[in-house]
């Protein structure tokens, strides 16, 4: 169950409860496709995905797995933050101490630069690996140049005809670059549904695919959207109606802050969602991230003293899941004492607390949202959360929350430039 806790935000606005009504209607109405905007099929996935098609990507992913040591997952934007998001989190080689039966995923084609994606051919060596390519227009720069390289780098490696074996891609089931490509080589292909923009998307094939190969329960995450759709509907509107109340305050940018570091991807894939839905006409709360503890040995003196038009979201998670004590070393200097055969997670809560009460007296108005764990089940639910809370937050300042049109003036430029 999401929760949010509104009281660091009392001594700087109200909570308003006209706004917090409105919000509850936009979410009723987005549910029952009344509120007058394409690009709502997000809502729909978590139950749509469960069916049949869930087994054909599992199955999917189960062909990589058996075929190939590393996985090189090529896209960019809402093509893969939700994925490396949902990896980083729950899969992270560092988490649990899971031994890893899948192959090693690798992100590229999301930059131009050419020391990356040098690194990922390094890192790949001698492997086998495949590729799944991932863009919904099927034209984006960076990951068509990805493609190009790796795509060079398999059939050098395997052969024209393996390499096509080794080649999934996800695009739009009709239109675009990638889907012609993909059919004329006969690639084995989903679609990504045309009511679906890049950054609802990861509760799609976008997502799920990697997720999968990452042996990560996508079914899990798809129960814990669902279910999130009924029971975190009202934390999404209070989300949405503070920010909004905030924003009218003067406080324009929001800092998303996480005590878990396996959460930072989270928090990538949160600043597109949020700045693609709110940032036009001239309007939106503009996104930043944080990894606290570690940024606030950085960031953190203008939290506390800087220019005060920052509100605070800290994402905290009840359990986390893994049981680590400070070992006792009585005498050994370290000042450390009193704490001594203490559970690091109290540790880290009372860090979030000392953070969130300095930062109030600071005058930095703190949202804290609290999920349950770091499991598949919460991490679904964060995702309807937010997304839900975020077409909500865009809807009340009157901006459509589901296009993006200053993304397409750079690609055109940069394309025009390079005479594409
Ligand atoms: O949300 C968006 O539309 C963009 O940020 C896209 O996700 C990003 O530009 C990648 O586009 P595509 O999937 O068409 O390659």
New binding site residues.
Partial sequence: MIKVDLSGISGFVPVDAVRFKEGRDIVKNLREGEAGLEGTGWLRLPEEMSGGLLGSLRDTASQISGESDVLVVI?????YLGARAAIELLRSPYYNGMRKSTPDIFFCGNSLSAAHLSRIVALIGTRPFSILY?????S?LE?SVAFRIMRALLVAKVGEQEAKSRIYTITDARSGRLRAITDREGYISFEIPADV???YSVLSPVGLLPILCAGIDAEEILRGARDALGSAADEAALYAAARQALYQKGYKIELLASFEPFFRYMGEWWK?LFG?SEGKCGRGIFPAYADYTADLHSLGQYVQEGERALMETFVLFEKSGVQLLVPPAPGFGDGLDPVSGKPLSALNEAAAEATKAAHIEGGVPVIAITAPDMTPYSFGALVMFFELACAVSAIMMQVNPFN?PG?EAY?TTLKARLGL
């Fill in positions: 896209g960019t934007g809402g093509s991932i863009s919904k227009s099927g984006t990951p923009g890049g950054r597109q693609e993006q993304v690609k």
